[in-house]
Structures are given as C-alpha cells and as structure tokens.
C-alpha cells in the first residue's frame, strides 16, 4: 500500500466522484460537487455522458489513479451501468495497490442490497449475466468490487436532511485531507518554520485584503511551501482555491474553464 505523503505528493485531484448520471447529475452530485470545491477540494467529475456502445477512456482511468480520494454515489440505477461498474472495478483496484480511501454513499439505496446483490441491483446485475454469457468473468468482478465497497464505512442518505449530509461529508474529506498535509509537513525538514512565518505575515486577523508573494530562483520549495500554508489555513475560509501552473493550465483550457 503506497504511504500517505508517497500518494499526496503524485496526486492531480483530491477527489475523484463516481457516480451515474442519470440519476443524481443534476441534484445531489451536483451539489456535493459545488461544495467539495467552494472549499478548495480539487475534485474531478465526469462532464460527459457515454453513449452506449462506447467505452470509457484511458484519461478517466488516469484521474480515479491520480486520485487521493474515491467518493462513490451508489444510486438506483448505479449497478445498470457497466462504465460504473468498470469504474467502480478501478477505483477497487487502487485502492488496494495506491493506498485510495474510498467513500461510499448509499444514496436511496439500502446499505445491504448493495452488499448482497439484492432488490434492484440484483436485478441489475441479473440481467448483466445473461448480456454477458461470454464474458462471466467482468461481472463476477462487478459483483466483487460492489461487495467490497459497500463493507467500507461511508452514509446512507436515507432520512437525512442533503444539505446537512452534504456538509458532513465534505467536512469529514477536508479533515482527511487535512490530517495528511500535515503529516507530509512533519516529514519535511525546516518547512514549519517557514509556514510559520508566512502565516505571521498573512496577518489572518485581519478583515483587510491582502497579496502575498513568495520571490525566489526556482527549484528551491515556493510551491512546496505555498501549498502546505494553503493546506492549513483554508479550513478557515468558506470558499478557497488553489492554482499550480497557472499560465501553463490558461493556455490549454481557457480562463472560463479555469473560473
């Protein structure tokens, strides 16, 4: 299992969020998603819709890698789709050869239908043996990868008021997360003194607005240092973000994408 700092140090997101489409694009996914970022949680989501026929490309493979966090929306309707359950397969996988924490919520769903393959996704994955006559193997692994999952501890959304689920949620992924960073800090040699003289010079009682540049050749820990000040403080603010690569990311995606 890779170590926590090991996994921090080659990750591109925070979160990566699986989930179908269908069911809770537009509502619950959309939301948790607009709160993981209001609180600077790099978090990847899925934009596109696959037809059917097509196959799930190799880039959402490398995200769910290059994922600190796997966070699974298991819905009503998760298990007919193979692209979730292909997903679902990967996130499982690096979870056991990355170190990946993985997230379930059971969103309408019974916890226990979820590990046992019963009412609705027993009947999903029903009808995948009998599609897949040739192929048992793939859905033996959807049914392994569902089971192992589903014993992981996460929320079962049932009864729950969404706004308040969706905070706890997201508090608990920015505790994590938090909890990690400074583990990584501890193991860096003479950077909590530099932390705490960039945060002195944050002055963060004040209400003032202020810009603060780190000036040096590079290669010697700006962004090193920038990111460990940021991974501490921004449990303070309701909104924060965090941009690494700013000009090489404006050029390829534009600046309405990076808003």
């Known amino acids: 299992m890779a170590s926590a700092a090991s996994s921090t140090c080659q990750r591109r997101y925070d979160v990566f969020l699986s989930f179908r489409g269908e069911d809770t694009r ?10 993981l970022c209001q609180k600077g949680i790099n978090t990847f989501i899925d934009d596109q819709e696959l037809e059917r026929g097509q196959g799930i490309s190799p880039d959402l493979f490398t995200a769910i890698e290059n994922s600190l966090f ?3 929306v298991l819905s009503q309707n998760y298990a007919s789709s193979r692209w979730c ?16 924490r993985v997230l379930p919520i059971f969103y309408n769903v019974d916890p226990s239908d979820v ?13 995948h043996d009998q599609e897949s006559l040739e192929n048992m193997g793939r859905v033996q692994s959807w049914k392994d990868a569902l089971t192992q999952v ?4 996460g929320w079962d959304s049932r009864n729950k008021n969404e706004p308040l689920l969706i905070k706890e949620i997201v508090t608990t992924i920015l505790n994590k997360l938090l909890s990690l960073s400074a583990g990584d800090i501890e193991n860096m040699v003479g950077l909590d003194a530099r932390i705490q003289e960039v945060e002195m010079r944050l002055c963060l009682e004040s209400n003032d607005i202020l810009m603060l540049g780190i000036w040096g050749m590079g290669g010697i820990g700006k962004t090193t240092l920038a990111k460990a000040v940021y991974s ?15 000009g090489e990311d404006l050029a390829k995606k534009g600046l309405i994408r990076l808003q």
């Open 26 to 35: 537009n509502n619950f996914t959309a939301h948790l998603y607009q709160a």
């Open 232 to 246: 501490k403080i921004r449990s303070q603010f309701e909104m924060c973000s965090f941009f690494e690569n700013i």
């Open 70 to 72: 796997s966070v699974v």
């Open 150 to 153: 589903a014993n992981l501890s």
């Open 115 to 127: 590990r046992k393959q019963r009412g609705i996704f027993g009947e999903a994955l029903a009808k």
């Open 85 to 100: 359950l292909d997903e679902l397969v990967k996130i499982v996988e690096c979870m056991k050869s990355r170190g990946q």
